[in-house]
């Protein structure tokens, strides 16, 4: 490897992005170095009174249909890619008139920003850059001699050390941009290979890659020993990955991972039709109500479980009032998130310094497809994403008794949270609200156990007599294998059953839920979530 720090002499900028180009051509051009450049980036340098060279005019070759050949050429490649110090590499520039070309400013074109703005399939091709990849990964691998720049926020980097090494960037900086413009270039090729699996509808492409713009560095992620970083990929959905942080201390890898969960689940009911408040710990909901209004489903959502709550994310699916902010503020939170806050919440909840607020413009589309992604030892695991509803599936009474309208609405309520339960899961409710919560258990009946203990707990907190689950009713993720856990929850005080169905022993099941007087459906859905 070349350990010299060669002045920068020449430039080939070509942009998409041109904020800051002016500012950054201008220095290059107060520095004594050549500028070169390609289409709309070239004509804005130009027109800004800056002298720059069309690629053009060292290629002797027109740019070409539609700008898709400009760069792809010897004279471009050959600058980028020659050793100036072999000899062999020297002579052949001299003979075919290949000029050095030391500084590379690239940034693609916009591919991803085009996908999200829901371009149709010839403007997302049409943004495929071939030519700007093409060079960033010749530019990357002559590191030893030319600097590439494949982000804006790298123009003051450069120029500083330019300035402190006469004109000249060193090998360390050149090897550390080299590897963020392959990673550049591998999250592109990463968009655009799932993009053309998504309108091929190929769930499992024979290679998978996926790649991720590190927005924020994080001091550890789930235990300190742990290194961590928080990536986004350019998916615009509405979340965590998008939302504004209005005030509080920077969000750590559980506050990231806990607050997306809770924010997807609220996301499961629209404004309009209900107010709905989920309050998580530890990626677990530990209470999830709906209400008229806000004030009213948070008091019912903390209510199920108060101690839980302690530490927790709180997340809301509609404008954070003044009124519910302050009843949020009386039990400490780490964060909360929600599509909107009022003025006047906002000033209550600055009371609380460290409290993280989060605002996200809106709900993501819970039916909308996407990929989940898992790391095991030797590779990944990816399935699309959860986006099953219970509105959309026809339920199957399967027993003598028909529920009633109230525990129909409920079981309804009770089988949506039960999406975002670790399974096993078994989620009582009663009035629009959770009673009893039993997650990530070994076995189902366990689940059940823990949630009606975990609904006595609660009615001691509220100064009740009686359990919480008393006249609920209980979801449960998967099929339950034996009659036990479906009795276990009938003894606790659930009247009605909603269920995916679909165990060897359903008929065992269904006649103890008759001979127990509960109603029972089916949803033909299951909701694991490991």
């Not at 350019?234 to 209005?246: F, H, I, N, P, Y």
């Not at 107010?275 to 209400?291: F, L, Y």
């Not at 006595?456 to 009686?466: F, L």
Request: hydrophobic letters at 40%; a negative charge.
């Amino acid at each position: 490897m070349h350990n010299e720090n060669p002045p920068i002499k020449r430039a080939l900028i070509s942009l998409s992005d041109k904020s800051g180009l002016i500012e950054f051509a201008q220095k290059l051009h107060d520095l004594g170095i050549e500028l070169l450049s390609t289409g709309g980036t070239s004509k804005a340098i130009s027109d800004a009174g800056i002298p720059v060279k069309d690629v053009a005019d060292i290629t002797k070759f027109p740019e070409m249909m539609d700008g898709r050949v400009k760069t792809l050429h010897p004279a471009v490649h050959g600058g980028l890619l020659s050793l100036r110090d072999n000899d062999a590499h020297i002579q052949a520039q001299a003979d075919h008139n290949i000029p050095n070309i030391d500084l590379l400013v690239v940034n693609l074109y916009p591919f991803e920003a085009t996908v999200a703005k829901g371009g149709n399939y010839e403007d997302c091709v049409e943004n495929i850059d071939i030519g700007g990849p093409a060079m960033i990964r010749a530019a990357s691998k002559n590191h030893g001699f030319v600097t590439v720049i494949v982000e804006n926020s790298d123009y003051d980097l450069v120029l500083g050390e330019m300035a402190k090494n006469k004109g000249a960037t060193s090998l360390n900086t050149r090897k550390k941009l080299a590897a963020k413009a392959y990673a550049r270039t591998a999250a592109y090729d990463a968009a655009i290979s799932n993009w053309f699996a998504e309108q091929l509808d190929t769930p499992t492409p024979d290679y998978r890659a996926f790649g991720g713009t590190l927005k924020q560095v994080l001091r550890y992620g789930e235990n300190p020993h742990q290194q961590a970083g928080f990536y986004v990929n350019g998916e615009q959905r509405k979340g965590v990955a998008t939302a504004s942080q209005l005030q509080g201390k920077a969000l750590s890898f559980n506050n990231i991972n806990d607050t997306d969960a809770a924010f997807e689940l609220v996301a499961e009911f629209k404004p309009n039709d209900t107010k709905a408040v989920a309050i998580i710990k530890h990626a677990n909901p530990c209470g999830v109500a709906t209400g008229t209004d806000l004030v009213t489903a948070y008091k019912a959502a903390l209510k199920c479980d108060p101690t839980s709550a302690f530490g927790g994310i709180v997340a809301l699916n509609d404008t954070i009032t003044e009124a519910v902010a302050v009843e949020i503020v009386k039990t400490f939170t780490e964060v909360i998130i929600a599509p909107d806050v009022s003025e006047a919440a906002k000033t209550i909840i600055a009371a609380k310094k460290n409290l993280r607020l989060l605002v996200t413009g809106g709900l993501p589309d819970v039916k909308s497809a996407g990929l989940n992604i898992r790391s095991v030892s030797g590779g990944l695991l990816v399935q699309s994403r959860d986006n099953g509803c219970v509105d959309d599936l026809e339920l199957k009474v399967v027993t003598k008794r028909q529920p009633t309208a109230q525990e129909m609405t409920d079981m309804k309520l009770a089988f949506k949270i039960c999406k975002h339960v670790k399974s096993n899961a078994i989620i009582y409710v009663k009035d629009g609200a959770t009673v009893g919560i039993g997650a990530g258990q070994m076995s189902r009946i366990d689940s059940t156990h823990v949630a009606a203990q975990k609904s006595i707990d609660a009615a001691k907190a509220a100064g009740e007599a009686d359990a919480l689950v008393k006249g609920s009713v209980v979801a449960s993720d998967a099929f339950f294998p034996f009659a036990d856990g479906l009795l276990a929850a009938a003894a606790a005080g659930a009247t009605a059953i909603i269920q995916p169905g679909g165990s060897m022993r359903d008929d065992e099941v269904i006649k103890a839920a008759d001979e127990a007087g509960l109603a029972m459906l089916f949803t033909g859905m299951r909701h694991f979530k490991h």
